[in-house]
């Protein structure tokens, strides 16, 4: 009797993984064609460049972003040109983050504008460290080209690279 309820349960985390895995699968789909649509004609093209307020050495800001997030290196953020603020809904202190699709060197990523700044001349973009290291693994760049940033229509987005 011990064994047959042991076999059930089993059976049901078996059941339930594989359905996360599938409806996981599914909406990754979905999300990647429906980033192409949502993705508004006002694409700027310039470079990215890494930010990351806890380096040593570093001049940014505090770990506070403009939208009054703190800093994650582990997440899809990026701060934007302060020029293309408008652009990206403002990033204003206490409001929700708006998205982007950031795309380079053959990949793309939606990340969370939620911070912006100075950035150096010819950049539109300061991508935070994951972000960064999804586009240039060994962060040898520093600065990464021909960038394209579309701003996304909407606040339903899941930041993360789009297959």
Same mark, same amino acid.
């Given at each position: ?17 594989? @359905? ?10 979905? &999300? *990647?064609? /429906?980033?192409? !649509?949502?993705? *508004?004609? !006002?694409? #700027? ?17 505090? =770990?506070?972003? /403009? *939208? ?13 040109? #302060? ?26 990523? #939606? ?6 700044? =100075? ?5 539109? #973009? ?7 290291? &999804?586009? !240039? ?8 080209? !021909?960038?394209?940033? @579309?701003?996304? /229509? ?6 993360? =690279?789009? *297959?």
């Amino acid at each position: 009797m011990l064994f047959r309820s042991r076999a059930a349960v089993c059976g049901a985390v078996v059941v339930f993984v594989v @359905s996360v895995t599938f409806a996981r699968s599914e909406a990754g789909g979905v &999300h *990647s064609s /429906a980033v192409v !649509d949502a993705a *508004s004609g !006002d694409t #700027i093209v310039g470079a990215a460049s890494m930010y990351n307020p806890f380096k040593p050495g570093k001049l940014e800001g505090g =770990p506070e972003t /403009a *939208s009054g997030e703190r800093y994650d290196p582990d997440g899809w953020a990026a701060a934007i040109k #302060i020029g293309l603020r408008e652009k990206f809904g403002g990033v204003l202190f206490g409001a929700r983050p708006k998205f982007a699709l950031v795309e380079a060197v053959g990949k793309k990523v #939606i990340v969370k504008i939620n911070d912006v700044g =100075p950035l150096v001349p010819g950049r539109i #973009i300061d991508l935070n460290e994951r972000t960064m290291r &999804h586009f !240039d693994p060994s962060l040898e760049r520093g600065v990464i080209s !021909d960038v394209k940033v @579309s701003p996304l /229509a909407g606040d339903y987005w899941i930041p993360g =690279p789009v *297959s």
